[in-house]
């Protein structure tokens, strides 16, 4: 069972930044493909930003390029995603979650993903 915790989030004021996590357990995360999504409330859950496996190809929704940086260290099992010069619309649910049978990423929801409970991240002043 692919085991999936987002750790990080929290209350940022616009223009901050935050680093959330994602450590794998039960597995070897480099071997899957990992993406970043979110959900801000009353809205469809979206892809934010996704990590391949093996050579590590990234890809990001338009509304974060030059923003987020996804990264991974196989060493803690763990793919991270930075955000900087965040902004009131950043505001939601951010999850993480592994795909089951693609190694490239998408930054579709319609995969088939384990994933992870999420964790809030919200900015505000």
């Known amino acids: 069972q692919l085991q999936l915790v987002e750790s990080g989030g929290g209350l940022v004021q616009p223009g901050g930044s935050l680093r959330l996590s994602c450590a794998a357990s039960g597995f070897t995360l480099d071997y899957y493909a990992i993406g970043w999504f979110r959900q801000a409330p009353g809205k469809e859950r979206e892809g934010v930003s996704c990590?391949?496996?093996?050579?590590?190809?990234?890809k990001y929704a338009d509304s974060v390029k030059g923003r987020f940086t996804i990264s991974r260290d196989n060493a803690k099992n763990t793919v991270y995603l930075q955000m900087n010069s965040l902004k009131p619309e950043d505001t939601a649910v951010y999850y993480c979650?592994?795909?089951?049978?693609?190694?490239?990423?998408?930054?579709?929801?319609?995969?088939?993903?384990?994933w992870g409970q999420g964790t809030q991240v919200t900015v505000s002043s």
């Open positions: 979650a592994a795909d089951r049978v693609f190694r490239q990423c998408v930054l579709s929801t319609r995969r088939d993903y384990s």
């Open positions: 990590i391949s496996s093996s050579f590590g190809s990234t």
